[in-house]
């Protein structure tokens, strides 16, 4: 028997931010029906011509004025009733970004965008609530297994910003002295000779993380792993 279809293919984007030892994600008002002025993820509908990358890309500038230059597939979501217009099958994404390299902007169908803390969210649009949960698990485990928190941070940092990322966003305290130990042993991540001065505290030296030698040891089968137990 031939299959009838009547589907259609949409893409979300949940996009993190990292600032001032907070976890925020980029969300849009609304400016349509279904839940309008309800908050929800930047996304629409794929169009006939474009690829999905293409889609999530265009989607995020058009509805915040974000362009990010990497964006990870996460998850598929398809349950028959997730969008009360049709059937509609959408295709999330998830990417990190420092919120004040953006100057955001709504526009298209979205009268609103704005960061929000991970631990004061508004009341999410559709099943916008079971995807952001999603990508927060996949970013904490990623973040123990690939070193993506150095996009987070300064080209140099003290290493206290570090260990506050990885405290952040696992939602863990860590034991910094065993922390240190660690990431300094793989050798991608170096002393600079620079000093940071902050107030009246201790002056900080800062560190700046090697992706050249990184991507050396990566193509040696070396393997990036941080234990947060």
Excluded: C
């Excluded at 649009?125 to 150095?150: C, N, S, T, W």
């Amino acid at each position: 028997m031939p299959a009838i279809q009547n589907i259609k293919v949409a893409v979300d984007a949940v996009v993190f931010g990292y600032e001032s030892k907070k976890l925020s994600v980029l969300l849009i008002k609304r400016g349509v029906e279904p839940f309008k002025d309800s908050w929800a993820l930047p996304g629409g509908l794929v169009l006939d011509d474009e690829s999905l990358e293409s889609a999530v890309t265009r989607e995020l500038k058009e509805e915040t004025g974000v362009t990010i230059d990497y964006l990870e597939q996460l998850y598929s979501f398809g349950a028959p009733k997730r969008d009360p217009r049709n059937r509609v099958v959408s295709v999330s994404y998830f990417g990190l970004v420092r919120p004040n390299h953006f100057t955001i902007k709504a526009d298209t169908d979205a009268d609103e965008a704005q960061w929000f803390a991970m631990d004061d969210l508004p009341s999410l649009a559709f099943d916008h609530k079971v995807i952001l949960e999603m990508a927060q698990k996949r970013l904490k485990a990623k973040l123990q297994y690939e070193p993506i928190g150095f996009d987070l941070l300064n080209k140099e940092f003290p290493f206290s910003d570090l260990e506050n990322l990885y405290t952040t966003i696992l939602e863990h305290q860590i034991d910094r002295r065993n922390f240190r130990k660690k990431i300094l042993s793989f050798g991608i991540v170096e002393e600079t000779d620079k000093i940071q001065q902050k107030g009246s505290g201790r002056p900080a030296k800062l560190f700046k993380f090697n992706k050249q030698k990184y991507d050396q040891l990566v193509a040696e089968d070396f393997h990036f792993e941080i234990k947060i137990v």
